[in-house]
Nanobody, 123 residues
Framework: QVQLVESGGGSVQAGGSLRLSCVAS???????MAWVRQAPGTERETVAI????????SVADSVKDRFTISQDNAKKTVYLGMNNLKPEDTALYYC?????????????????WGQGTQVTVSS
């Protein structure tokens, strides 16, 4: 059972930056990881994905040029770098994982979830 632990959320002013971290208890071959956010009253949104084996990454159009996803295999850690934050980025951010399939769009039910970390951006 893969366990995911996020950290790095907080409160910043618009234009600021944060880096979220997600440590996985294990990273079996074929695993992919992603960051999903959800704000009250809105639909869940997958903002970035990474296929660990091939280091293939992708980010959503809504955060393109501002967010980056990266990994440190030795630390079993995936990061979400967030720059030029906007009030609309305010949400609970979850680190998620699955085996072989982590789509950037749609309502895929990822198999593993962290507890979430809050990001609040004030104007």
């Amino acid at each position: 059972q893969v366990q995911l632990v996020e950290s790095g959320g907080g409160s910043v002013q618009a234009g600021g930056s944060l880096r979220l971290s997600c440590v996985a208890s294990e990273q079996p071959a074929g695993m992919c990881m992603a960051w999903v956010r959800q704000a009250p009253g809105t639909e869940r949104e997958t903002v970035a994905i990474v296929y660990l084996g091939g280091d293939i990454t992708s980010v959503a159009d809504s955060v393109k040029d501002r967010f980056t996803i990266s990994q440190d295999n030795a630390k079993k850690t995936v990061y979400l770098g967030m720059n030029n934050l906007k009030p609309e980025d305010t949400a609970l951010y979850y680190c998620v994982a699955d085996m072989n399939y982590c789509p950037l769009t749609g309502t895929h039910q990822f198999g593993y979830w962290g507890q979430g970390t809050q990001v609040t951006v004030s104007s």
